[in-house]
Every structure is written in structure tokens, then in C-alpha cells.
């Protein structure tokens, strides 16, 4: 079974609507993160979470919120879907790190999402 | 601003031969450097890294060079294999950041059998 699982994996919305897109995770890591991914942009980061009680926005947080309901769990929503929310979202996770190591993230499959 | 760069979109390589993608940097707080490699319709997965007091790590077929002067990494793959045909994102970690990671755009590798 997959370590970073997102669900829906595909999801077409309307302008105007409420989405929540969902991650889970079974590898015991403290820290989520979620990214969008956009043609010639790369990765972006959109909030992340090193606890349940400890939400950060990142470089992208306008238009999205998020929930860390448990330490396995962190949602993000998008309130009222607007087109160029459209990209491909992805989940990760990563433990703390050592002093003096990398951040090495764990990602989801991704979600597809299409705001029309 | 996009601190980290991938200027090349895509690049095609013979099997057999070496693929040498390159990425740049703006910030010379950097701490670390990471490369993703992405299948379709898969997540990220962590590939090498190396840490900005070094400037070559090597991990079996891969070894990623770090210019610190020219703030420039790249990741040599050799031999180049039909399985290594994915998009490989360059990510920038600094330790005073919450090590966060900084992607760069990504570059499409495509090995031709």
C-alpha cells in the first residue's frame, strides 16, 4: 500500500465551488506539505504543517486553506475554485530532520484538478 | 523571482550515453540541494543530494556536481537507461527557512533506445 495516498485523483469543478482535496498518510512523519505543480513553473509551495498545531502558509497560500486533523491526516481546500486554481496538486511528508541533513520529502500521486 | 532554475525544459539522450541536466541558483544561503525524478501520474521521488559544503556526491549511476562560484548543480547519469525517461526537478533546501525545499521548473528526459 502506498505510503502518501491523495484522494479524489481527478476531480473537474466549476467556478465558484468548494473543493477539498484529501492526503493521508501511514509513515508516522510529523511534517505535510502541499504543492502545486503548473506547466513551466514547477513545484510551488501552497502551506505546511509540522504538527497538528502548527500551520504555515508558504509562497502560494492565497485562495487555499488548509487542516491538519491528525498527524496523518492534512486537508486543503479551496473555498470558491476560481480557472488558475486548475494544476496538479500534491501531497508530501517528511520527518524531522538531523541537524545538519536534508529535508528529504515523500510525495503522493497527485491530484488532477480542473476548475472550469 | 524564481530562485531556482532549470533552463533547459527538455533534453533527449542515446541509451548508452551521458545525460547531464543543470540547474542554477540565486540564493547562496542554500544549504542543500536535491533532485526529484517524476513518472506520469506519479509523485516526486527523492533522487541525490548533496550539501553545499561538498561538490560532487555519487550514487551508483548518478553524481551531482556543485559549483558554488557559479552557483550551478547538475546531475550526470551514466549509462543512460530507457528507464530514466522522466521530468527531474532540482530543489533548494536553506536550514533557515524551516527547510523548506525550492523547486526549479523541471527538465523532460527522454532516452532514445
Known amino acids: 500500500d502506498a505510503d502518501v495516498t491523495q484522494t479524489p485523483r481527478n476531480r473537474i469543478t466549476k467556478t465558484g465551488k468548494r473543493i477539498m482535496l484529501e492526503c493521508s498518510q501511514t509513515?508516522?512523519?510529523?511534517?505535510m506539505y502541499w504543492y502545486r505543480q503548473d506547466p513551466g513553473l514547477g513545484l510551488r509551495l501552497i502551506y505546511y504543517?509540522?504538527?497538528?498545531?502548527?500551520?504555515n502558509k508558504g509562497e502560494i497560500s492565497d485562495g487555499y486553506s488548509v487542516s491538519r486533523q491528525a498527524q496523518a491526516k492534512f486537508s486543503l481546500s479551496l473555498e470558491s475554485a476560481i480557472p488558475n486554481q486548475t494544476a496538479l496538486y500534491f501531497c508530501?511528508?517528511?520527518?524531522?530532520?538531523?541537524?545538519?541533513?536534508?529535508?528529504?520529502?515523500?510525495f503522493g500521486p497527485g491530484t488532477r484538478l480542473t476548475v472550469l | 523571482d524564481q530562485q531556482v532554475k532549470q533552463n533547459s525544459p527538455s533534453l533527449s539522450v542515446q541509451e548508452g550515453r551521458i545525460s547531464i541536466l543543470n540547474c542554477d541558483y540565486t540564493?547562496?544561503?542554500?544549504?542543500?540541494f536535491l533532485w526529484y525524478k517524476k513518472y506520469p501520474a506519479e509523485g516526486p521521488t527523492f533522487l541525490i543530494s548533496?550539501?553545499?559544503?561538498?561538490d560532487k556526491n555519487e550514487d551508483g549511476r548518478f553524481t551531482v556536481f556543485l559549483n558554488k562560484s557559479a552557483k550551478h548543480l547538475s546531475l550526470h547519469i551514466v549509462p543512460s537507461q530507457p528507464g530514466d525517461s522522466a521530468v527531474y526537478f532540482c530543489?533548494?533546501?536553506?536550514?533557515?527557512?524551516?527547510?523548506?525545499?525550492?523547486f526549479g521548473t523541471g527538465t523532460r528526459l527522454t532516452i532514445i533506445p
Open positions: 508530501a511528508t517528511s520527518d524531522g530532520i538531523a541537524q545538519g541533513s536534508y529535508n528529504e520529502q515523500f
Open positions: 509513515k508516522g512523519h510529523d511534517r
Open positions: 504543517s509540522f504538527d497538528v498545531k502548527d500551520i
Open positions: 540564493n547562496s544561503m542554500f544549504d542543500y
Open positions: 548533496i550539501s553545499s559544503i561538498k
Open positions: 530543489a533548494a533546501q536553506s536550514n533557515f527557512g524551516n527547510e523548506k525545499l525550492t
